[in-house]
Each structure stands twice: as C-alpha cells, then as structure tokens.
C-alpha cells in the first residue's frame, strides 16, 4: 500500500499519527484515563509523577493530555526525554531547561542545584500566594 494511499483507504481526512495532534483530538482510552486519575492523585499529593512505556505507546501524547489543565502560573513542567544515558546526563537536561549550564560540574553540585531550584520555585509560590506548589523529591537518586 503507498503511504497516501492509506488515508483514502480508511477514509482518514487528516494524518491519523501526528505528533502534533490537539490535545481535544486525543482519543480517550480507558488507560488514557487511569492515566489522569494517577496523575491527578499525584499532583493533590504534591508527589512525582513517572509516565514509562515502551517506544511509541503514546507517552508523548499522554503527557500532554494529562498537563493540558495545568495552570502555568501554578505548575512548571519539565520535560526531559529520550535519555539513555547516565544519572549525570539526566541532571544536566534537568538543569539545562532550568537555563543553567551544567557543563564540567559533580554529580553532588548538579543535585544541589537541582534541589535549591525546585526550593526556590516553591518558596516563591509560597511567598506571593501564586497557587499550589508541586514539590518535586530526588530522593534515592541524588
């Protein structure tokens, strides 16, 4: 079958697996929805969320559906992927999308600075009553 084929085939009108796909466009699965109600439960637990599954089983999509209602004067989101290196190479990504460069520093001081960001983000919403805070622990890992 030729690759445009396929949507005249099944009648598609748009390409049916885009990475671009509006969140409302999301289809709605039974495990899309035990998704929320974990991820809901851990943000009123003001816990970490962990989204794992195999390569191409939606996990992009799903994190987007599940931080669509999420206010962004109350939640930063940090998206770290495709990461199959080191627990180092972890918190440099972590800390590049807080804007810091992490390049030549230890282990101990990269997870330093990563705890005193995530501190500091809450005693900031704390201090001005800018909403819930959701506290990230690296506990284990630092």
Known sequence: MEMKSYKLFFGFEKEPFRMDIDVTEILETP????????????????AVYLLTGEIGSGKSTAVRYLVD?????????????????SILELY??????????????????????IKRQILESVDKKINTGSGRSF????????
Request: glycine residues 12%.
């Open 31 to 46: 495990q899309l929805n035990a998704a929320k109600n974990r991820f809901e439960y851990t943000i009123d637990l003001g």
């Open 69 to 85: 209602g999420l206010h962004p004067s109350e939640f930063r989101i940090i998206y770290v992927t495709a990461t199959m290196g």
């Open 92 to 113: 440099r990504l972590i800390l590049a999308e807080q804007g810091i460069t992490a390049a030549g520093i230890s282990r101990a001081v990269m997870c330093r600075r």
């Open 135 to 142: 506290t990230a622990t690296l506990g284990g890992v630092c």
